[in-house]
């Protein structure tokens, strides 16, 4: 059974950071691309970043060079750094695991997420 557990999400002044932790269980996880999305309030789910089994990362370009997504295939672990945290930011991240190698897609399985709270 595929698993995925988020930690890390909390409450930030607007210009902190945060990293946000996805331990995955039930496959190979270095064989898996793996993603991070965020779900605000009244919004759908959106993107947020991807990471490849081999490393490749994409970022949504209203994160770009102020998030950061790493993975330790030795943990089965992949995180993300955010920095410079903005309002905007707040909603609850879920880490997802992509079906094939690629940051692509689709995901086929997801956390339960985590929340995290920006205030200005």
């Known amino acids: 059974q595929v698993q995925m557990v988020e930690s890390g999400g909390g409450l930030v002044q607007a210009g902190g950071s945060l990293r946000l932790s996805c331990a995955a269980s039930?496959?190979?996880?270095?064989?898996?691309?793996m993603g991070w999305f965020r779900q605000a309030p009244g919004k759908e789910r959106e993107f947020v970043s991807g990471?490849?089994?081999?490393?490749?990362?994409r970022y949504a370009d209203s994160v770009k060079c102020r998030f950061t997504i790493t993975r330790d295939n030795a943990k089965n672990t992949v995180y993300l750094q955010m920095n410079s945290l903005k309002p905007e930011d707040t909603a609850v991240y879920y880490c997802s695991q992509s079906r094939n190698c690629l940051y692509w897609g689709p995901y086929d399985y997801w956390g339960q997420g985590t929340q995290v709270t920006v205030s200005s």
């Open positions: 039930g496959r190979t996880f270095s064989s898996y691309g």
């Open positions: 990471i490849t089994s081999s490393g490749s990362t």
